[in-house]
């Protein structure tokens, strides 16, 4: 079977060890000397984005990203991040 697909919907449902692989991954990519370095920590930037969607709404507006005003069900997600996390 293949990989799996997360959608724009599930985001919000990958583990913090999946995004820490995978932001490890762009960084040996990249060639960077570090993911974290000083004031910058792409870690902290790529789990905030996923995993909370308050910042994630913070983070489109800074970068003038449109949202759809429903944003997929934002009681959902919430109640699934909590049920992921217990």
């Known amino acids: 079977m293949g990989k799996r697909l997360i959608h724009s919907n599930e985001i919000h449902l990958l583990s913090e060890a999946e995004i820490k692989a995978a932001v490890r991954k762009m960084v040996e990519e990249l060639g960077l000397a570090a993911g974290s370095m000083e004031g910058f920590d792409i870690y902290k ?41 217990e």
């Open 45 to 85: 930037v790529v789990q905030a984005y996923f995993r909370n969607l308050e910042k994630r709404h913070a983070i489109n507006r800074a970068l003038h990203i449109e949202e759809d005003p429903a944003y997929y069900g934002e009681e959902e997600q919430i109640k699934e991040v909590a049920e992921v996390e």
